[in-house]
């Protein structure tokens, strides 16, 4: 991973950070969109927002789009200032919004090409850019169609493409995949890593935890404004609750005097239930998982399968938020201002 580095440039921001959000406040009336948040995306790497529905993810990513203006706080995006300096920071990111947004009069092919030429691509680099864009999102064959006769895919796939013709320095996904099926889905994630690879540095708004554990490097969670938890994916399971020994015995009847046996030595934490047949152990390392299966072997317990469990994201989500990750998934809206 990139090393992060301390001292401040003379940008006011600290080398070796992409992204750097300070005190970020967002007001829609008497509605706190956002409420003081931080957060840093170190350059190279991914950053995965996660969140409910309202919790301040899209807001925070207009806002680093130059897009809307905050209230309050700073914030910079490849050591440009969002307040001072849009036009040089626009010209350091792409974007993808939650839907797609693309020209339906002109084909797939023509909607890159204008997007390369109006970030100064010159004809050839442009008709190359776009040529190898619609390979890699496979509308190759659908490159001279317009638009509108695209699938709701195809046109979430040519949005993609579109926002990273001009090769951004740092790009800005928000909720990238929503509506695409598992195949299209893994060819998003495939060419984020490759642009990662190549030195990019990516800001993923999702609502789906694979995604977030397949390409975040680190995770901020956002909920009514504000971030509530932050670090990496082991990090956060660790918080949550780490790991779970789960024991099936032989007998499942059985399964309350393994509990009390446990509960003897002093491993209060051991529950079961009859209706899984699993007796359940949290441990915090291999000590105590090995002190488990010594105790139930002394005690001649026959035991069927021993198994480890972590957290999911699901649960960590939920744990955190205290909503569920289904109750999170996006629902269409109208409304322009304000989305979270």
């Known amino acids: 991973m990139t090393p992060i580095a301390t001292a401040p440039n003379d940008r006011g921001r600290t080398a070796g950070n992409a992204v750097e959000v300070r005190g970020i406040v967002k007001h829609y009336g008497t509605t706190k969109a956002l409420d003081g948040v931080d957060l840093t995306v170190r350059e190279g790497t991914v950053l995965g927002v996660l969140g409910p529905n309202g919790a301040g993810k899209t807001t925070l990513v207009r806002i680093l ?52 030429r109006l970030l100064d691509l010159s004809r050839k680099d442009a008709k190359e850019r776009a040529a190898e864009l619609l390979e890699r999102f496979s509308l190759t064959d659908a490159a001279k169609r317009v638009a509108k006769t695209y699938s709701g895919g195809m046109r979430r796939r040519l949005d993609l493409a579109a ?70 994916v082991a990090e956060l399971k660790a918080q949550v609750g780490g790991q779970t020994l789960q024991i099936r015995p032989v007998h499942r009847a059985e399964l309350p005097e393994m509990a009390r046996c446990l509960h003897g030595t002093g491993i209060a934490e051991a529950t079961f239930s009859a209706d899984t047949g699993l007796l359940s152990v949290p441990i915090t390392g291999e000590e105590q998982l090995t002190a488990v299966i010594r105790v139930l072997g002394t005690r001649g317990f026959a035991v069927a399968g021993i198994d480890t469990k972590v957290p999911s994201l699901d649960e960590v989500f939920l744990t955190i938020t205290g909503k569920s990750a289904a109750a999170a998934v996006p629902a269409p809206s109208l409304a322009k201002e304000p989305v979270a």
């Not at 839907?99 to 023509?110: H, K, P, T």
């Not at 990238?176 to 060419?191: A, F, I, K, M, Q």
Request: glycine share 10%; charged share 25%; net charge negative.
């Open 163 to 232: 926002s990273m013709i001009g090769r951004p320095r740092v790009l800005y996904l928000d909720e990238p995949t929503t509506g695409l099926d598992p195949r299209t889905r893994n060819e998003v994630w495939d060419e984020v890593q490759r642009m990662v690879a190549d030195g990019c540095t990516v800001l993923l708004t999702t609502q789906y935890m694979e995604e977030a554990e397949q390409l975040a490097d680190e995770l901020t969670v956002i909920d009514k404004g504000r971030v509530i938890a932050s670090g990496g």
């Open 65 to 116: 789009s130059t897009l809307i203006k905050p209230d309050a706080g700073t914030a910079y995006v490849g050591g440009y200032d969002v307040l001072r300096q849009p036009k040089q920071l626009r010209r350091t990111i792409g974007l993808t919004g939650q839907y797609a947004s693309v020209d339906e009069m002109l084909s797939g092919y023509e909607n890159l090409y204008l997007i390369g």
